[in-house]
């Protein structure tokens, strides 16, 4: 992986990884069968309180690492370890050639160290004429294939047991068969002599106990065991994020990280290793012992306050499993060394902006991995934070540029979005209305996986005053926020909902000077762009005079939530959180405030078989999960659960039209999944999942069709 | 799982531990005390197919003989089990130089220092090299757990494990079935670089 990669050619490897089938279908089995694994393991426990004590652990350790690594090395020297502390990669790398040459070490063995694969540590020590022999299966399968991992807790998930069995038959010099138990039996054999032979022994460590000086090491294969007991010397390289007090905490620690890494409720071996121990073919008869601790910008993270919670990181490797962009692309593509959503923030701290600069835009923010994460990491808001980071390091490119400069102006914005009305007229499919027949220039030929809407010939603000009913003693005074797809693209589903709150008594207002809820400027690492527009939409809503800011678009409900009080933490913190406290999703309000029953409008479609895709900003974003499911019971349809009805659709705002190729096979996973649920219908609550799901479905041709939960709700009467 | 035999309840923790442990491969036996566990070792032994040598040792061996290692047991229990085997022809009994066995050996025989119910993992002081590498070239492990050392939790217990921990020179062990691996395909398999199989013998009496 060359260090200046352009986006062109990570959008390459990206296609190669979508055209490879192996792949896809050990992604996918992967992606459904862990999640139920994960579940199944925390069966009966409270897994966000666990979540809580590990991150609050985490977090107090990371605070404290200084005392934390001071305690660790005097107790530690007192058991006889000879102790290291390396600033960087190539220290650490420096200090571990040197006792191998110095013990004349020729022969090592490894278990698995994702520290060590940080610092490129068997390129290192191969240089020097060593021989390095990883012990971990799936280690040693991509060191004599001559990657990288692909994966933090399984190395060698992206290949198939027949590229395993054609592998070890050049190793053995004898045919193999693609049996899995039988390769594995090749494995314990061919590195038995390895683990006899080795003058060294190198593993990681999962923890590192100041109180005791000892280390901490999980394990399944039982090779990091025999790397500490059969090599007269053993060394550990072990970050310094790693770092815990007592035993109890690394325990607290254990018990989420084996669930969340495999589903396992604890790994085979747990192995606490406190100083040298017995090795009796030495003089002495105790081993070598040596820690080397690892720094390599971790003391810059914790000092930071926006990402020292990256530190709080268990190497579990969840944010990978759940992720949607890694299930079609796989780890090579979704990570430098580090993988996953994590892998995309570490990147840039640990191997430099140009190897984080394309990696960081593959996120749809979709929150899968931070609803999982065992540290408590705010994993997408992180990945938007680099991104930033990187546009204000590298220069913001032309579009993100742009797009920040048009949306700090709503007026120009919204003059653009009219003028854009007029250009589209020429491209209108004649037939059906609603999509644009060709894209327009800017976008190239592999964008058009999906039908695109075209712009509304009137946006919903110039509709509002003639839908406008003033309601005589109202129940609830709400402000509509429409966000722009729903303002200047589908403006239907607010005349839908207008409908509604009509025939509730609820007076709607429809403040004129609010605009793009900004969360497209932070996708697009347009940070300040989407501080302005917040300003300007806590200024357009009188809070006073409202009792909910009700929005029919999930993003916009999440991100007025969560994203403006952050946004805008040093500039208006109480106005922004009243404000987000009155925010609400269209769901929740009409169901939980209102309380509409089962409210069947006349002449309306029901008894259809419908789905609901859930979008990832209502799910995760708000926690909303079944009250959709009532609402589509109540306008008399009959609910069909989708198995994925809460993964992403691939839309992901600026994701779609930077990586389409990959948005493209989200969706069409998405759309199959919806086919299997025998849906007629399928509703959501998003109108840019709406754009991806209704412009694939008409694409593809499929058999159901789509629409917002207030169309189900409340359909136009001409249909 | 109710045990018949010894007629313990569905939660008391070795019911909890006996049926975690079943989860992962392991094999678990209840005995009345050692005597029993000393038995069941032996039959197990016996039953046990021969050796497949990972890697070439120093001086043939016969291969009808089997290599039974209980490097951690008490003077009296290795005495015991000495004489038991008498009853065998074929079985060699060692208790240190495992490095002499670098191939494997059928069995070892460990005693553990504590079960832990809620994973059904062992904890096992290792700090001598002769029971680590008991437990790492063996092919079949038998680990004997005395049911009064049984604790809920790790955490539970934390102050038990920290004496073990905290010794200079400790090696302390959590074994929670046999060694595994679902690096390809991610199909499970049992046996990689340890243990292919894991019997853990519950002994009622201490």
Known sequence: MESHESLKSYKNRLDDALDNRFLRQAMDKFAVAYRASRENAFACMDVADLIQQVADIKAAAIADSKALLDRFVKKAKAHGVHVHLADTAEDANRIIGEIAQ???????????????????????????GLEVTETDLGEWIVQLRKEGPSHMVMPAIHLSRFQVADLFSDVTGTDQDAEIDRLVKVARKELREKFVEADMGITGANYALADTGTIGIATNEGNARLVTTLPKIHVALVGIDKLLPTLADALTVNRILPKNATGQAITSYVTWITGPSECTTTPSGKREMHIVFLDNGRKKIAADPVFSQVLQCVRCGACANVCPVYRMVGGHQMGHIYIGAIGLITTYFFHGMENAKNLVQNCTNCGACKAVCAGGIDLPHLIKEIHTRIQDEAGHPLQSLLLGKVLKSRKLFHSLLRTAHLAQKPLLDKKEKPYLRHLPMIFSSDHNFRRLPAIADVPFRDRFIKLHQPAKNPGFTIALFSGCVQDFVYPEHLEAAMKGFAQHNIHVTFPMGQS???????????????RDVALQNLDAIDLDKVDYIVTLCASCASHLTHGVPKLLKDYAPEK????????IPYSVFMNDIVGIASDVSAGADVGRKTAFHSPCHLCRGLGVHNTPHELIEKSGNQYVPAVEEETCCGFGGSFSTTFPAVSNEILTRKLDDVTESGADLL???CPGCVLQLRGGAAKQGRKFTVCHLSELLYPPMEH | MVNTTTGRKKDDSAAVFTQKASLVSAFVHDVKDRTGAMDKTLELLAQKPP?????ASGKKRDPSEKILAAPNLDHDGFQQLSDQCRAFPHIHLIRDRLRNFPGGIDMGVTTADFGIADTGTLVINSNDEQTRLATMLCEVHVAILAVSDIRETALSMTKELEILVRQKGSYTAFVTGASRTADI???????VHGPLELHIILVEEK
């Not at chain 1, 793009?516 to 989407?530: D, F, H, R, T, Y």
């Open chain 1, 102 to 128: 110095k013990s004349g070490s020729k022969k090592i063995v490894k278990s698995k160290s994702m520290t060590a694969e940080e610092i490129h540590l068997n390129r290192w020590l191969e240089n020097l």
């Open chain 1, 516 to 530: 793009c809820c900004g969360l497209p400027a932070v996708s697009m690492g347009e940070k300040s762009a989407a």
């Open chain 1, 576 to 583: 922004a959180a009243a404000f987000a406290d009155k925010v």
């Open chain 1, 683 to 685: 509703v959501t609550e």
């Open chain 2, 51 to 55: 050796l497949d040598p990972q890697m």
């Open chain 2, 185 to 191: 395909e991610r199909v499970l398999a049992i046996g």
